[in-house]
């Protein structure tokens, strides 16, 4: 898949936990980005990178932070999880300019 | 705003039927569009994409799309379904504004009677 891992690929936490969920990707792309996931809503943008330590916020990024400290990783982290962050998570890539993004194969956090 | 209409939550074909799947868009300018497909369990998988030129696009597993710039429609079509394309089908736009990313929309879940 493109060069993309996630990790973990499951996640059981508890309200009010911290949680970060790893992107990893061996492909050298500029652009990273994390989705989620949810019925009836497709994929919503959370947060995105456009290169080291360059990020910005997505549609839907209230309660989340990312950090990207070097080109292959991309970290989403939820500061104190929320049972409305119960979701399937997705990290992307792309070369940018009109180029597809690729996708790794999903965190599946439930939040108790 | 950039959006994404998907009217269709979800469509039954028999095998061997023809699909189309349908797609609208709100862009201001030129659109890249694509369409994108997920099994279950599983990440997105990019089945084609318009960048210019020909309106007609050919993908992967036989899959073809056509842009209507009069009808800002980017519809996903294969003439003879197999059981094996049951899965959930997204169409997205390439925005390009202070940086680049894909706006998606909400899927169509398309099941196959044998």
């Known amino acids: 898949d493109a060069g993309i891992t996630q990790s973990p690929r499951h996640k059981v936490t508890e309200t009010g936990t911290p949680v970060t969920l790893r992107c990893h990707q061996t492909e050298n792309h500029r652009y990273m980005y994390w989705y989620r996931q949810d019925p009836g809503h497709g994929l919503r943008l959370i947060h995105y990178s456009y290169g080291v330590k360059d990020t910005d916020k997505g549609e839907v990024s209230d309660g989340y932070s990312v950090s990207r400290s070097k080109t292959e990783d991309f970290l989403l982290t939820l500061e104190s999880a929320t049972s409305s962050q119960t979701s399937v998570y997705f990290c992307?890539?792309?070369?940018?300019?009109?180029?597809?993004?690729?996708f790794g194969n999903g965190t599946r956090l439930t939040v108790t | 705003a950039q959006s994404v209409t998907q009217p269709d939550i979800h469509i039954t074909v028999s095998e061997g039927a023809s699909l189309e799947l349908r797609c609208n868009y709100s862009?201001?300018?030129?659109?890249?569009l694509f369409w994108y497909v997920q099994s279950p369990g599983q990440g997105l998988q990019l089945l084609l994409k318009?960048?210019?030129?020909?309106?007609l696009v050919q993908g992967i597993k036989g899959f073809e799309a056509e842009f209507k710039r009069s009808q800002s429609s980017f519809n996903l079509r294969k003439p003879s379904v197999h059981w094996s394309d049951a899965a959930e089908y997204f169409c997205a736009v390439g925005r390009m504004d202070s940086s680049y990313k894909l706006i998606f929309g909400s899927g169509t879940r398309l099941l196959v009677r044998p």
């Open positions: 992307a890539i792309s070369v940018g300019d009109n180029s597809p993004l690729h």
């Open positions: 862009y201001g300018a030129t659109p890249y």
């Open positions: 318009y960048f210019s030129g020909d309106t």
